[in-house]
């Protein structure tokens, strides 16, 4: 599974929130000059993440978007469901308990697909957004070579 510009550019969009959190709502076009995304396409991604409840927006002259819960509340997987879909190597795991082959129960890889999709879904769920940004930080403060 290739996680899109959607995913990787939104999760940025979430480690620049989850930065600066705390301090009052962002001005969208600080998180993309920040992050070098597009304000119109950065603007989509963070109406999804609305309507997920993961950020609130804040209308005004102090406006902007934040985080509707504390980084560590909010893990990588939820991010990128909202923003990819379901994560899952192979379209017949995008519905649990719902194989869509007709061949699921004769499948010699289905097993192999299985253990991808379950430690994909693992190392998401147990990553959270106050992982990336701790790194966020460490890496911003370690000396260049």
Not at 19 to 46: T, V, W
Not at 50 to 61: N, T
Not at 114 to 130: A, G, P, Y
Request: proline letters at 7%; charged letters at 25%; aromatic letters at 4%.
């Amino acid at each position: 599974m290739r996680i899109s510009t959607r995913g990787r550019y939104g999760l940025r969009a979430m480690v620049e929130l989850a930065l600066h959190f705390g301090q009052g709502p962002i001005p969208l076009k600080n998180i993309a000059a920040r992050q070098e995304i597009s304000d119109h396409y950065l603007e989509q991604l963070m109406g999804s993440l609305r309507k997920a409840g993961l950020i609130k927006s804040v209308r005004g002259a102090q406006g902007g978007y934040e985080l509707a819960k504390a980084p560590p509340q909010i893990s990588t997987g939820e991010i990128i469901r909202v923003l990819e879909g379901p994560i899952s190597p192979v379209e017949c795991l995008d519905e649990p308990g719902q194989p869509s082959c007709e061949k699921a129960d004769q499948c010699p890889t289905r097993l192999l697909w299985e253990r991808m999709h379950q430690r994909m879904n693992e190392v998401l769920d147990t990553t959270t957004l106050e992982d990336l940004r701790a790194e966020a930080q460490r890496l911003a403060t370690s000396p260049e070579f």
